[in-house]
């Protein structure tokens, strides 16, 4: 990777790879497209060459050049790192002197492993700069077009019907004869189906275009033009490249009206999305309603994909925090793709939405970017303003924060860049939560407020500023006192909404937990607490209660609410016709729901970080927690990208008290592992690829016991276990 991206080498005509080479640009007739780096310092990636079993890299030797027979022969006239004696393979910063604009250089690397076994020269990776380069600046990949066709067609009285299998953001093209040029036939497009036509009035902001189109004499192929839609194309949202046009999501197509034959290839959708590798990763296990559920919420992060940022969907097409949030999580879960959410955090920060909590989530998003990529060069760029978010200036006399006492100046909106008051959200929509009761100091709002602060320690630490390190390590300190103080009811052992209501949401509960303000000895009340409020919030709120389930021992509730069947579930996305996340459980809780809004997508993430349980504990992946949660699977299989490969994972029930689990990581990282106890069981005995191991003492949680660190390669677990 070239800051970030995988693709910088390739050249696109109009969306589509071409046979160009970044040498035959100049030439071309056509406009082109290709990723530019508009750093003048970029950083390189590698996935070091596996070599077996505890592959560690030592050291490694980058060089540059601007000439392809020079790097061809081994030869860096730009830059050469010489030997660097590091284990680094991610991220790793150019050292050289500031590349130049719109200039074309390329880049190969040779790693170090073992007793000093050097590898051979990795392939040659190009990459054009842009026209202004900035000492930092992110870069995004070109948007590409896919060609389909429908896998379903049907035709009745001269109309025919077209399935393309699932929705996706795209264009329609279609070959059609006249024999006259008098002939005039009807296009529609949509996302829903209703009594085996394209359903005109589905609902929402679920979609239907209809067009009359007016044939030429002779055999064409015809591009239908798109409306625009007036709300999705403002100032505000984000526009469609003119190198795409303007895009609408559908699945359904119709021709009405048109008494030749058509086959499947004469119908093309171009379905337009950011660059994803639909082999990296993949889930099975034995419960085939989750296996849909994962289906549907890994391609949503592909579909979703097709403005370049992650937006709110199609009807504003805004990026919002709290989508964004989402969405990176289950991008990361599903593709080895950063770039995106990068670019994402970025424009946010210059752009942000009204909700307060939102304001404050650009700093977990910041921190999530850090983590899955090792990549600091974000947070160090974007520092002053990740401090403003931090919402420290409406911080009252009680020492929390508050947006309704006065405190949002001028001059604070200006440090967030907002031109309006923020406004508390808890959820959305409203009446999904679950009661909650605005008060001048909300539970909620705080319990983000010092997330963020704990937060802001870490990365004040990354960026060795020791002095601010410890004002937000005393800060948030001090919130987990106020917190508590505030919100907490020592009668009902129970957190209120607000500073003055008694009213107890599922929402000020799990957010308190989720973020690590609730003592141990009030762990168990509120998780009890919690469970008995079901998914008492929206598609956006139930990725907090997952976490607050998974970490707080409730795992085998949490699977339950995954698989559910029921009306507010996942499932009954797909059981409504669609085949990306809807933006609520359902139209009668969000009349105006569109059927393409990747926050519904939550699956993708704690799929992966929690019931394959794969989580980085160290930046760029160099060390990693993993944790399954298995509680009524007998199987699973799954592949989870990660920035240096990818990691596989499978759990097999042999009988009731055996199973084994199976976990390969790729060269150059570690992994600390935690195997999974039933229910009413423990473990009697644990076996490494066939040889009896001890456990290591004092790392056994409820449903967990820690088994140690593994380095790169391939182990077998075999756990026998019986009764407590």
Avoid at 28 to 52: C, R
Avoid at 87 to 98: K, L, T
Avoid at 155 to 172: E, I
Avoid at 248 to 274: C, M, Q, T
């Amino acid at each position: 990777m070239t800051d970030l991206l995988k693709n910088t080498g390739e050249v696109f005509i109009n969306g589509y790879p071409s046979t160009l080479d970044h040498e035959g640009i100049d030439s071309a007739i056509e406009p082109v497209q290709t990723a530019k780096i508009l750093s003048e310092y970029p950083s390189f990636s590698w996935i070091v060459p596996n070599k077996g079993k505890n592959t560690l890299q030592s050291g490694y030797r980058i060089i540059l050049s601007d000439s392809l027979h020079l790097i061809q022969k081994g030869e860096g006239n730009v830059w050469d790192s010489g030997t660097v004696n590091s284990g680094r393979s991610v991220s790793v910063a150019y050292r050289g002197r500031s590349l130049q604009p719109r200039k074309v250089y390329y880049w190969r690397v040779k790693a170090i492993t073992g007793n000093s076994e050097e590898s051979d020269w990795s392939d040659i990776k190009s990459f054009r700069t842009g026209d202004e380069l900035k000492p930092y600046q992110s870069s995004r990949e070109v948007l590409v077009k896919s060609v389909e066709h429908p896998v379903l067609c049907s035709t009745r009285d001269d109309n025919w019907f077209f399935d393309f299998g699932k929705a996706s953001f795209g264009q329609l093209l279609v070959r059609l004869t006249s024999e006259t040029g008098n002939d005039t036939v009807i296009v529609n497009l949509g996302e829903k189906v209703r009594d085996g036509r394209v359903d005109s009035r589905p609902g929402g902001t679920i979609r239907y275009q209809s067009y009359s189109l007016a044939l030429l004499k002779g055999t064409h192929l015809y591009r239908i033009k798109v409306h625009k839609d007036k709300r999705n194309t403002l100032e505000v949202a984000v526009k469609m490249p003119a190198y795409i046009g303007e895009v609408v999501p559908f699945r359904y197509a119709e021709v009405l009206h048109y008494g030749n034959k058509l086959d499947k290839e004469d119908v093309i959708r171009e379905s337009v999305h950011y660059p994803f590798d639909d082999s990296t990763s993949f889930f099975r296990c034995d419960n085939d309603t989750l296996n849909q559920i994962w289906e549907m919420s890994k391609y949503t992060m592909k579909a979703t994909s097709f403005t370049g940022v992650y937006v709110d969907g199609d009807r504003e097409r805004i990026p919002y925090e709290a989508d964004i949030l989402i969405n990176q999580l289950s991008h990361y879960s599903v593709d080895r793709e950063y770039s995106i959410a990068r670019k994402s955090l970025e424009y946010i920060l210059k752009k942000p939405t009204w909700p307060t909590e939102w304001i404050l989530q650009a700093i977990l998003i910041a921190w999530y970017d850090y983590m899955y990529t090792g990549d600091a060069r974000s947070l160090e760029k974007n520092y002053p303003l990740l401090k403003n978010r931090s919402l420290m200036q409406l911080k009252t006399s009680k020492g929390l924060i508050s947006t309704t006492t006065g405190l949002q100046t001028s001059a604070f909106l200006q440090s967030i860049n907002f031109n309006k008051p923020i406004q508390d959200i808890v959820d959305w929509p409203g009446e999904e939560r679950d009661g909650f009761v605005f008060c001048d100091h909300n539970a909620v709002v705080n319990a983000f407020y010092y997330e963020a602060l704990k937060i802001m320690e870490q990365i004040a630490r990354v960026l060795n500023k020791q002095e601010d390190r410890l004002f937000y390590a005393k800060a948030h300190q001090e919130v987990y006192k106020l917190f508590n103080d505030t919100f907490f009811d020592p009668k009902r052992k129970l957190y209120t909404d607000g500073d003055t209501t008694s009213h107890t949401s599922l929402h000020a509960n799990m957010f308190a937990f989720v973020f690590g303000l609730v003592p141990q000895q009030h762990s168990q009340g509120v998780q009890d607490f919690i469970k008995s409020r079901g998914m008492a919030c929206s598609v956006y709120g139930a990725q907090f209660l997952m976490d607050a389930l998974y970490n707080g021992g409730n795992g085998a509730y949490a699977e339950e609410l995954l698989a559910s069947t029921g009306e507010r579930s996942w499932y009954n996305m797909i059981r409504s016709g669609s085949t990306v996340a809807l933006e609520a459980w359902d139209i009668k809780y969000k009349p105006n729901l569109d059927w393409n809004h990747a926050w519904g997508a939550v699956p993708a993430n704690t799929i992966a970080r929690y019931v394959v349980g794969i989580k980085p504990s160290a930046p760029g992946f160099e060390s990693i927690e993993i944790k399954p949660h298995v509680y009524s699977l007998t199987s699973v299989e799954s592949a989870v990208p990660t920035i240096r490969g990818n990691i596989l994972f499978t759990y097999k029930t042999i009988n009731n008290d055996e199973y084994e689990l199976s976990v390969e990581i790729p060269p150059n990282t570690q992994a600390e592992l935690y195997i999974p106890i039933k229910s009413g069981k423990r473990v009697r005995e644990v076996f490494l690829d066939g040889k009896k191991i001890t456990f290591a003492k004092g790392k056994k949680e409820p449903e967990h016991l820690y088994v140690g660190r593994m380095t790169s390669g391939k182990q077998v677990y075999r756990v026998m276990l019986s009764n407590r």
